[in-house]
């Protein structure tokens, strides 16, 4: 198993371009997340998934879509860039049961909007 | 709401042991811990459900004390491969209406020689 895959995994954008950025798990997990990461803060909801067909907010969703038609996919969209949206963005997915729920992360995507 | 993390950072020599808190203001379901080395995705270390639990994996080990919603995690005889940021990520559950994890702001720990 792959895991958790995320591309790409650097990106520079300038003010106003849009971008997607990919996430793929291949362990059959119904939920997915969206974390950012800046320095000293902690990992931040953007956006999660709780099976295909079904989205919803997190913490900072503002200025980021999101779709999941597969189980497997869950993109991430930026539409017109902003300074304040360089970051460190880390997709993962877990499924839930009765012994807890572990969060396997993909290796991240560092983005830098100038 | 994001649990609180304490203290937010820790310098250790070879050996010496450390112990990290989170806590919430939220009654807790479940309290999970993870570890970020520089640069990469963090990594699942254990998670605790409500119940009082404590588990261990080699030298690293948690509890979970439900009544005070604060989980603190135990480093033993730490060695340079255990510097890194650690976070606690808490889930509220059906009782607050979510199992997505809320996480904290992370302890770094740095262990020297």
């Known amino acids: 198993n792959a895991g958790v895959t995320q591309t790409p995994k650097f990106r520079i954008l300038k003010i106003g371009q849009s971008m997607t950025l990919q996430c793929t798990q291949d362990?059959?997990?119904?939920?997915m997340y969206w974390y950012r990461q800046d320095p000293g803060m902690g990992l931040k909801l953007i956006y999660y998934?709780?099976?295909?067909?079904?989205?919803d907010k997190g913490e900072v969703p503002n200025g980021y879509n999101v779709s999941r038609s597969t189980t497997e996919d869950f993109p991430l969209r930026l539409e017109l860039a902003a300074p304040s949206q360089t970051s460190v963005y880390f997709c993962?997915?877990?499924?839930?049961?009765?012994?807890?729920?572990?969060?396997?992360f993909g290796p991240g995507t560092r983005l830098t909007v100038l | 709401q994001q649990p609180v993390q304490s203290p937010q950072a820790v310098i250790l020599r070879e050996g010496e042991d450390a112990v990290i808190n989170c806590s919430s203001s939220?009654?807790?379901?479940?309290v999970h811990w993870y570890r970020q080395k520089h640069g990469e995705a963090p990594v699942f270390l254990m998670i605790?459900?409500?119940?009082?639990e404590q588990k261990g994996h080699e030298k690293i080990s948690a509890s979970f004390n439900e009544k005070k919603q604060q989980s603190s995690l135990y480093l033993t005889a730490s060695q340079l491969s255990y510097s890194g940021t650690y976070f606690c990520?808490?889930?509220?559950?059906?009782?607050?209406?979510?199992?997505?994890?809320?996480f904290g702001r992370g302890t770094s720990l740095i262990v020297h020689p």
């Open positions: 362990m059959n997990h119904n939920y």
């Open positions: 990520g808490t889930e509220m559950g059906a009782s607050g209406g979510s199992y997505i994890p809320t």
């Open positions: 993962a997915s877990s499924s839930p049961g009765t012994s807890g729920d572990t969060q396997y």
């Open positions: 939220k009654a807790l379901y479940s």
């Open positions: 998934s709780v099976g295909a067909g079904i989205t």
């Open positions: 605790l459900l409500k119940g009082g």
